[in-house]
């Protein structure tokens, strides 16, 4: 079956401090990867999303990118955090030929 | 594009009430449909889906109907529980994107009272 393990869970970071999050896959092949943002209270974003390694598409312009070194590894970066950036980060994944998407427990970063 | 539109939140419940969760959407062709949950702390979990008209997707006591006519795909339970108290997303896979992305509805918390 497909898992998603997403890293670390909580982060507390300074404003003007890098960010790495990474998301790695098991259960699958080439699948679609996807990083959500979840402000508190609010629905999902959808940030960036993968169709294969190195291939990177941005649903918003921000402060972030993502990379996909492996096939089944998807990180998240920036490269000096703002306090907008606090939220709630999520990693989906979905395979071939699956209607659904599957989530990761998520990351809670709050920046201060 | 596509878009998914559900009923704000928070819905307040006492336990065994009746539950309906309000989801329509707006896509081209022949969209797949789902219903998420979240609960506190974690990432989404799939509830239960629907891959054409008509079908009826069901899970834990929830079920919602995939409606072509009136582009809904409501959330209903018989009877809540406290363990029930989450939030629902309502989403949707339609065929005309690039990344095979689901659009989400923004979300409904559920809160049920003992």
């Known amino acids: 079956s497909q898992t998603i393990h997403q890293w670390p869970a909580t982060l507390v970071q300074p404003v003007g401090s890098p960010l790495s999050l990474e998301c790695t896959v098991e259960?699958?092949?080439?699948?679609?990867l996807y990083w959500y943002r979840q402000a508190a209270g609010r629905g999902l974003q959808l940030l960036f999303y993968?169709?294969?390694?190195?291939?990177i598409s941005s649903e918003v312009p921000q402060n972030l990118s993502a990379s996909r070194p492996q096939d089944r590894q998807f990180i998240l970066s920036s490269k000096k955090l703002l306090l907008s950036d606090s939220g709630f980060y999520l990693c989906?994944?979905?395979?071939?030929?699956?209607?659904?998407?599957?989530f990761g427990q998520g990351t809670r970063l709050t920046v201060v | 594009g596509d878009s998914v539109t559900q009923m704000e939140g928070p819905v307040t419940l006492s336990e065994e009430a009746f539950l309906t969760i309000n989801c329509t959407y707006t896509?081209?062709?022949?969209?797949?449909l789902f219903w998420y949950v979240q609960y506190p702390g974690e990432g989404l979990q799939l509830l239960l889906k629907a891959t054409k008209a008509d079908d009826k997707g069901s899970n834990k006591g929830f079920e919602a109907t995939y409606r072509k006519e009136t582009t809904s795909f409501h959330l209903e339970k018989g009877s809540v529980q406290v363990s029930d108290s989450a939030v629902y997303f309502c989403?949707?896979?339609?065929?005309?994107?690039?990344?095979?992305?689901?659009?989400f509805g923004g979300g409904t918390r559920l809160m049920v009272k003992p």
């Open positions: 896509a081209t062709g022949y969209p797949s």
């Open positions: 993968s169709v294969g390694i190195g291939q």
């Open positions: 259960g699958t092949s080439n699948p679609n």
């Open positions: 989906a994944l979905r395979g071939s030929g699956v209607t659904e998407a599957f």
């Open positions: 989403a949707l896979s339609g065929n005309n994107n690039a990344g095979n992305m689901l659009t």
